[in-house]
């Protein structure tokens, strides 16, 4: 499959762009930068920019594109153009070029505003309201879209164990998120669901394909 990982040099991009070529996936990275992030006969670059215009990110991706990761974030120096407003206009294209597969990194409870002075949410409330209106968005589009919502990432080894739907935020190690972005691609179980996640008991597939259709 062709997919566009748009947030290619962050934490969770790189790691998913290497993932998603270990599965012989011919992946498109977004990044400013020359150099090539990764050396591979399956992986090219663009230098897309999200705070263009929809219609010059749609002249940017590839017209054979079959799914966009959208993994970007601006870390909290641009939430409304990059998180929100950059967000949208990504899927805006996506819909133009009709494209099959849009999935999503979020965060926890990102639509449930009612939760977002619990635990560690508190000091997220800019972003939360950003990722819950590029949420809300994505699921009045026409794709067929995945949003994966964990708790905090962190840089830890993954057990390739989760909990899905679950009802309290908890740690993430970035490469259970990695994984699970992987799995939900083409697993039908995943389509059109919004799925909150922490580390867990549960192998990442098992929890996936268990998942409601």
Do not use: C
């Amino acid at each position: 499959m062709k997919i566009v990982v748009i947030g290619a040099t962050g934490r969770v991009g790189q790691r998913l762009v290497n993932a998603l070529l270990n599965q012989n996936h011919t992946v498109v990275g977004t990044s400013r930068k020359a150099e090539l992030l990764v050396d591979s006969p399956n992986f090219s670059q663009i230098n897309l920019d999200i705070l263009n215009s929809v219609k010059e990110i749609e002249e940017m991706i590839p017209d054979d594109t079959e799914a966009i990761y959208f993994v970007s974030g601006s870390r909290g120096k641009n939430l409304l153009q990059v998180d929100l407003h950059g967000a949208v206009k990504t899927m805006q294209a996506a819909e133009k070029l009709k494209v099959k597969r849009y999935i999503m990194l979020s965060s926890v409870f990102a639509l449930q505003p009612n939760r977002w002075n619990e635990s560690f949410l508190q000091p997220l409330t800019d972003y939360n309201i950003a990722k819950h209106y590029a949420d809300q968005w994505l699921l009045s589009t026409a794709l067929n879209y995945t949003i994966l919502q964990p708790g905090t990432l962190e840089e830890k080894k993954g057990s390739g164990m989760i909990k899905v739907n679950v009802e309290n935020p908890g740690g993430n190690a970035i490469e259970n998120v990695v994984t699970t972005l992987v799995e939900v691609l083409e697993n039908q179980a995943a389509f059109k669901k919004v799925i909150t996640m922490h580390d867990g008991e549960t192998p990442i597939k098992e929890a996936i394909s268990k998942l409601e259709f």
